[in-house]
């Protein structure tokens, strides 16, 4: 942006009582002295001003027109990649690095629009939370966006995973399609549509959790389990789910015992109506 400089001079001090009586007789005399120097800059119009504008399009310092930004250009983009990703992973170094570097200024921005700036150094991993209050009203930017049946199920599952690998020492551990839906279609039930619908849902939870970075397909219908995983269910929001899924297929067992017993047929009618008088009489002797 242009500098603006203010270029200062001292004025002479008050003219004598000679001078003042030259200034009243010749009325182009000037009233305060004035180095001559500075008249002949004045009488010349062709010299160069003292500084150049810069058009502000031209101006190095800026993005774009207009730009009132005090950010760095590589600072910017890791704020915008913040608000833009789910998550910043330290797989990327020079962003990572950035991150570390800047992150009281990332923060500050953030702040300034009621998020908060989450930096995991143990897991690598930043992300961005919506600040709530019940003390005063919060704007929220941040949209909720829950999870399905499905996709909750998919996730309990490559949590589970996740976290008996990670227990074993496996540093990223993986899993393929056919065990997650083995595992996910055993909790679905006939509500849920057919094989073939549930499969289809199973596909479409895993695609979104490919999206959102907590799984990375590495070849066809395998894929390695971030640690992202953790920080979408917590322990304590595991066990919960793996309570409700308990009591889910406990719920699901006793209602399919009871339709196996009403279905049932009667065995003892059966056994009497096809005793005939010779049998009744052969098993009376």
Same mark, same amino acid.
Do not use: C
């Given at each position: 942006?242009?500098?603006?400089?203010?270029?200062?001079?001292?004025?002479?001090?008050?003219?004598?009582?000679? %001078? &003042?009586?030259?200034?009243?007789?010749?009325?182009?005399?000037?009233?305060?002295?004035?180095?001559?120097?500075?008249?002949?800059?004045?009488?010349? $119009?062709?010299?160069?001003?003292?500084?150049?504008?810069?058009?502000?399009?031209?101006? #190095?310092?800026?993005? @774009?027109?207009?730009?009132?930004?005090?950010?760095?250009?590589?600072? &910017?983009?890791?704020?915008?990649h913040v608000l833009q990703r789910r998550f910043l992973s330290a797989d990327n170094r020079a962003e990572w690095a950035l991150l570390l570097e800047h992150q009281q200024l990332i923060e500050s921005r953030m702040h300034d629009m009621y998020l908060r700036l989450v930096v995991d150094l143990g897991r690598g991993l930043a992300y961005? $939370?919506?600040?709530? *209050?019940?003390?005063?009203?919060?704007?929220?930017?941040?949209?909720?966006?829950?999870?399905?049946?499905?996709?909750?199920?998919?996730?309990?599952?490559?949590?589970?995973? @996740?976290? &008996?690998?990670? !227990?074993?020492?496996?540093?990223?551990?993986?899993?393929?399609?056919?065990?997650?839906? $083995?595992?996910?279609? *055993?909790?679905?039930?006939?509500?849920?549509? *057919?094989?073939?619908? $549930?499969?289809? !849902?199973? /596909?479409?939870?895993?695609? /979104?959790?490919?999206?959102?970075?907590?799984?990375?397909?590495? =070849?066809?219908?395998?894929?390695?389990?971030?640690?992202?995983?953790?920080?979408?269910?917590?322990?304590?929001?595991?066990?919960?789910?793996?309570?409700?899924? /308990?009591?889910?297929? !406990?719920?699901?067992? *006793?209602?399919?015992? =009871?339709? %196996? /017993?009403?279905?049932?047929?009667?065995?003892?009618? #059966?056994?009497? !109506?096809?005793?005939? #008088?010779?049998?009744?009489?052969?098993?009376?002797?």
């Amino acid at each position: 942006m242009t500098d603006e400089i203010a270029a200062s001079g001292s004025a002479a001090g008050p003219a004598s009582g000679s %001078e &003042r009586g030259n200034a009243g007789a010749d009325a182009t005399e000037p009233a305060f002295g004035i180095p001559e120097q500075a008249d002949d800059r004045a009488g010349d $119009q062709t010299e160069a001003p003292f500084i150049v504008p810069v058009a502000m399009e031209d101006d #190095p310092d800026e993005l @774009f027109p207009g730009d009132r930004g005090t950010l760095e250009p590589e600072v &910017r983009r890791v704020l915008v990649h913040v608000l833009q990703r789910r998550f910043l992973s330290a797989d990327n170094r020079a962003e990572w690095a950035l991150l570390l570097e800047h992150q009281q200024l990332i923060e500050s921005r953030m702040h300034d629009m009621y998020l908060r700036l989450v930096v995991d150094l143990g897991r690598g991993l930043a992300y961005k $939370q919506q600040v709530r *209050s019940d003390e005063f009203e919060v704007p929220i930017l941040l949209k909720d966006a829950p999870y399905n049946r499905t996709e909750t199920l998919v996730l309990v599952h490559l949590r589970t995973v @996740f976290q &008996r690998e990670s !227990a074993a020492g496996e540093p990223a551990p993986r899993i393929d399609i056919e065990d997650i839906e $083995q595992t996910v279609l *055993s909790y679905l039930t006939d509500a849920d549509g *057919s094989t073939a619908r $549930q499969q289809k !849902a199973i /596909r479409a939870a895993l695609d /979104r959790l490919d999206r959102e970075g907590v799984i990375d397909e590495e =070849t066809l219908g395998r894929y390695r389990i971030s640690s992202l995983v953790e920080v979408v269910l917590s322990a304590e929001k595991l066990a919960e789910l793996r309570a409700w899924l /308990r009591e889910q297929a !406990a719920q699901q067992a *006793s209602r399919a015992a =009871t339709a %196996e /017993r009403q279905t049932a047929p009667d065995q003892t009618a #059966p056994d009497q !109506a096809d005793q005939t #008088p010779t049998a009744q009489k052969e098993a009376a002797l």
